[in-house]
């Protein structure tokens, strides 16, 4: 069979399997969590072993240390996704609740209430923990799923499949609801996103490039952010030790993450006190120092910045930093360079608090907090499925009600237009 | 110019303008409402004068007396343009809307604020109405707009957008917030579904083939409709009073719009009472039926249905009708065929009106009501600004709300993350 029909049958089978989920309960969507959680745990022997089949493989292809890391499932990765998969089972199932409701003038009841969005194809790299978590989160918002991992963890994550079906198939639910897609190249992925019939919605995690390549070739709705350019304002008004916490949190705590601080943006009255100490334990924690030319002449070790550094995702030890004249200044470069992603501010101005709040155009805008907290469980959505900078459908993190939508349904008696 | 770098720097200053429209009040937005109303109206002659440029036109290209009906702006049109802006002024503004939120373990407050889209694309084709509504119900939400309306009516489109910038431009608010693609051939439109940068959203209206077209070509997030084929499903329980009063509103009311019937089910026990006397009334009308084999051993007029006749939405006086064996017979045919748009149960069964409510995975279903309902204004939503079916971010009417989308705000005092 060619790709493209191996690929629209898996679609068609989702659809066909996704009607079953969304009349399911929570009943059913939990128990299948749970056997997951123990089934997981017990044929941990098993995942690893496939899980070795793909680090074999990536060793002779000779991939680098830090990618054969993200690949291999340690007990810790196999306690950490039962642990994740308990987690979701006791957040509250999002499907069923009326939304809104009201009467019209004409006794017409209309209730929008929540339902499953139906199919989602998810589309990731080498991480095989995120098939696990994406099925689950997918699982209890009543959907089905279309799974396309890694190629380099391809074994891992048939193993981990056919386990996820397993569990479905004991809680009476359609094995199908879960399905990896069996090709390993990327026609695989082309072919996916062709299926507007059968597909609600692709969710795209990875680089920019794969990210960039599923946004060009989608009929499908995609939900995904490219990166996160992150920023950290330190106002005049600040409490520079506060400033200085946040600051050293946002780049230093996980620096290779889509919420992490790129670039540091200082209000000129307090540059010259607030640099100096900041950048001394920047540099000791090993971050390499890009200025503009006002902090080049404050911190003597900072390399000089280039157009493009306020623009790159460094994911990285490296920071970009910037004196700006004012507030103002600080959003106007945001809004030039940002990604609409995390934007922070440290001050203790009320009224500038508010401005910044509501000027910066970014999906999380946060006062005197460090851009780390832009994450579904920290902000309490319970686990995530991504973080969208699309502003259509979820802007933001996306938890499992961002899984769903909802439809009208409207009671009458008899009622008709004239 | 070419039209690639045209399209591109309207794009960029929509996306500018948008900022000063989502930080301007209600009160200048609704300024604007106002003054375009009374401008309107006061220039009834020039825009008219316009529009018979394009009148003319299309008779020298040998349009037809439909396409030349819905292109002219009568005295009608305009008041009826100038009523639609006074409906939006009365609408509540969505934007500030904290929509939820809630205080964190570690006291992090966090909330979801209503804020614009920023920049909508609206491609639609014959109707200079569309204009002026779209524009407002833009306007009202805090977005910035670029508008695309059919070549035909390219004078009519033009003379329009012009009073509405001068409307903007009173109000204090940027002239930029609003414009027409100046470009007749649909090169523009391409180009402007590349403009991901720029715009957030875009809204195509028209036939099928023109949002295939967008769909295919746009690196932007679409929303749409492909068609609108609406069932009413006549239950064994239902008044059969009821359901003939409903079933003709559905199919006679207005037969070229999106919502109206286009296949009629009837549960075979009620079949041989219901439909001799609806058929009547339905031919009498000037409905012509087509059936499929049942309804044709009933109703001696009927042509018999082909394959293709139970998807097609005809926008027209024809309906198909089939008989069927129960409800959920009635439910599949409505799965495999239907176009998850509006579907509607007759029936005074509980049980079954709340699973057919359930089952039918369609934007809007209906109880014992004409499918006619499924419109913002009917619904409550106020004006619309189309319909979607697709799930993500709105499925069904989409009002001033569907508009607009939520960003977190959060407020701390010092808090990183461990």
């Known amino acids: 069979m060619s790709v493209e029909l191996t690929v629209e049958k898996i679609a ?28 997981i745990q017990a044929r941990t022997a098993y995942i690893q072993a496939e899980n070795q089949k793909d680090i074999s493989y990536a060793r002779k292809k000779g991939l680098s240390s830090a990618m054969i890391d993200r690949l291999t499932v340690t007990d810790a990765t196999i306690r950490s996704m039962a642990d994740g998969l308990m987690e979701v089972v006791q957040l509250e199932d999002p499907v069923g609740a009326v939304t809104r409701g009201w009467l ?10 929540r339902i499953p969005l139906g199919v989602i194809g998810i589309i990731y790299e080498s991480r095989p923990n995120v098939t696990v978590d994406a099925a689950g989160l997918c699982i209890k918002a009543g959907n089905a799923v279309i799974l396309r991992g890694g190629s380099e963890a391809y074994h891992s994550n048939q193993a981990l499949a056919g386990i996820i079906t397993g569990a479905l198939e004991a809680a009476g639910l359609p094995g199908e609801a879960v399905q990896m897609l069996p090709i390993r190249d990327r026609s695989a992925v082309k072919a996916l996103l062709q299926q507007e019939e059968f597909v609600d919605l692709i969710i795209p995690r990875g680089g920019e490039g794969l990210i960039r390549f599923v946004v060009q070739n989608s009929m499908i709705p995609v939900l995904k952010h490219y990166k996160g350019v992150c920023h950290v304002y330190v106002d005049e008004s600040a409490d520079l030790a506060m400033a200085q916490e946040i600051s050293f949190n946002a780049k230093v705590q996980r620096p290779g993450v ?10 000129r009255s307090v540059a010259p006190d607030f640099l100096p100490s900041m950048a001394k334990r920047f540099i000791k924690a090993g971050v390499e120092i890009r200025g503009c030319e006002k902090t ?16 790159t995702e460094y994911l990285d030890l490296i920071l970009s930093i910037k004196v700006v004249e004012d507030m103002q200044a600080a959003i106007s470069h945001i809004t030039l360079y940002g990604s609409s992603h995390t934007d922070a501010i440290v001050t203790s101005d009320y009224d500038r608090a508010g401005r910044f709040v509501r000027q910066v155009d970014s999906s999380v805008v946060l006062v005197n907090a460090s851009t780390r ?7 309490g959505l319970g686990a995530e499925i991504g973080i969208s900078t699309s502003k259509l459908h979820a802007f933001g993190p996306m938890g499992v009600e961002e899984l769903t939508t909802t439809k009208f349904v409207v009671q009458g008696n008899g009622q008709i237009r004239t």
Not at 104 to 113: D, I, K, T
Not at 296 to 311: G, M, Q, T
């Open 12 to 39: 068609r089978a989702a659809r066909a399997a996704s009607r079953k989920m969304a009349g399911s309960g929570s009943a059913a969507k939990n128990q299948v969590l749970r056997t997951l959680a123990d089934a």
């Open 104 to 113: 019209r003038p004409n006794g017409l009841q209309v209730s929008r209430v």
């Open 258 to 267: 889509c919420n992490a601080m790129e670039t540091l943006l200082v209000h």
């Open 296 to 311: 080049c002449r404050i911190l003597a070790d900072a390399i000089p910045a280039e157009e493009e550094d306020w623009s």
């Open 373 to 379: 907290f832009n994450d579904g469980g920290q902000l």
